[in-house]
């Protein structure tokens, strides 16, 4: 046991492996050799390099986006005239990122809380017996009481009433206006990493420009105001039937920037995507379509606490920041050639697996790659009266012999040389 663990740290310390080349005259070995090659090359220059851009270092934005809504909304119901200004229709009105515009609504004025029948279809009876007093039932407005109300063969409810009737939305929707209205959207990223701030208020756009412009994708791709109807459009959307039952519209600002040229060539791009609310009109179909939520307007009359209920239909508009920004650096450069040199060794492991498995004399090739020597076998020559001399005049013999029986064929295996790193 001793002896073994001496020969292994002996072989480790005092062996070199060195490799040994093979010199091989082989038009199909050399072509696939160089064609692997010229792919790898191929994809460090146009993926790694141009495509990837893998000599730059990355980085993405801390961002900040502040909206602010104009434009003024007019509406006639019943011969009930109104004014809708920004502090009505825009919820939350706090300039967010995320906010909804109003289009269309249900409105149900001087509710108070008491008793009252439950709506047609929400909770039919014939008797008391069919409510139950004291339950609620999920798609209820109220309380049941247990009292079955004979002229409209619903159950009466403890609630806000009279009960709120959504079962009819207004089609026009009431504020087709809003078409018009004007979003201003300002936004500020800063990249960390490279200690650069920008704003999408970027250079030559100040507050005369800002007074005049409107967002055109060719005409004016910078400018930060936008038509609501041209914001539906161009997500793909028809303006009157998202805003009849509300829905969804993704807008993004896209920073994508590189740091090696100036810093003013820095600007967003916006773009605008549908996100529900379908354009080809077969929400009707589906089980819940559009968006829509409730508020209301509490206020006091006659000491009674009374409330104004809207159900608002409306486009919820969602402002996405995406940033990503590249710069040179020295370390991702080196990185990927080193990788790609790496690659390089494909080739050789190719065209080994072809010369030792696939061509016709690989076994030539195997004891002309491969050949083990160590002091033991030169002992044993010596005791054979085998001197170096005469190994070597043997093996150049041998070869001579070899060397006859070559073949004309340029692609034959019988034209490869051996060459020694030891004879260089």
């Not at 070899?402 to 692609?411: A, C, I, L």
């Amino acid at each position: 046991m001793k002896s073994q663990i001496t020969n292994a740290l002996s072989d480790f310390f005092f062996e070199y492996e060195t490799p040994r080349q093979v010199l091989v005259r082989n038009r199909r070995v050399g072509v696939v050799c160089r064609l692997i090659q010229l792919g790898v090359l191929a994809y460090i220059i146009g993926w790694v390099f141009i495509y990837e851009k893998g000599y730059q270092s990355t980085d993405t934005a801390v961002s900040s986006v502040f909206t602010k809504m104009k434009g003024v909304g007019y509406t006639n119901v019943t011969g009930r005239e109104r004014v809708w200004d920004v502090a009505d229709y825009v919820f939350p009105p706090q300039g967010d990122s995320s906010f909804v515009v109003m289009t269309n609504y249900i409105i149900t004025e001087g509710q108070s809380i008491g008793k009252c029948p439950e709506l047609k279809g929400k909770h039919n009876c014939s008797s008391d017996a069919d409510c139950e007093g004291g339950s609620f039932k999920r798609t209820g407005h109220g309380e049941m009481t247990g009292v079955c109300v004979n002229t409209t063969k619903t159950c009466e409810v403890l609630a806000w009433c009279p009960v709120e009737d959504d079962h009819n939305i207004p089609d026009p929707p009431l504020l087709m206006s809003a078409e018009n209205y004007t979003l201003f959207i300002k936004n500020s990223v800063t990249f960390p990493l490279f200690g650069v701030s920008r704003s999408n208020l970027v250079e030559g756009i100040d507050a005369k420009y800002i007074s005049k412009c409107l967002y055109d994708p060719k005409e004016a791709p910078l400018c930060p105001i936008f038509r609501l109807g041209d914001i539906v459009k161009l997500s793909g959307f028809n303006f009157e039937t998202i805003a009849q039952v509300g829905g969804a519209i993704g807008i993004v600002v896209d920073w994508t920037c590189n740091f090696d040229v100036d810093v003013k060539h820095c600007k967003p791009t916006y773009n605008f995507h549908g996100l529900y609310g379908n354009p080809a009109e077969t929400d009707k179909v589906r089980a819940s379509v559009g968006y829509n939520f409730r508020y209301a307007k509490h206020y006091l009359e006659n000491n009674v606490q009374k409330r104004t209920l809207l159900k608002v239909f409306g486009i919820r508009f969602d402002i996405i920041v995406q940033s990503l920004a590249r710069k040179f650096d020295i370390i991702p450069t080196l990185t990927a050639i080193g990788s790609g040199v790496g690659i390089f060794g494909v080739a050789t492991v190719v065209c080994d697996l072809v010369l030792l498995y696939l061509l016709p004399k690989r076994e030539f090739y195997k004891n002309m790659k491969f050949k083990y020597t160590d002091t033991q076998a030169q002992h044993d020559s010596k005791l054979l009266r085998l001197d170096t001399s005469a190994y070597y005049t043997l093996e150049a013999n041998a070869r001579q012999v070899q060397g006859t029986d070559k073949s004309n064929d340029p692609d034959s295996e019988a034209g490869s040389i051996e060459t020694d790193l030891s004879k260089k």
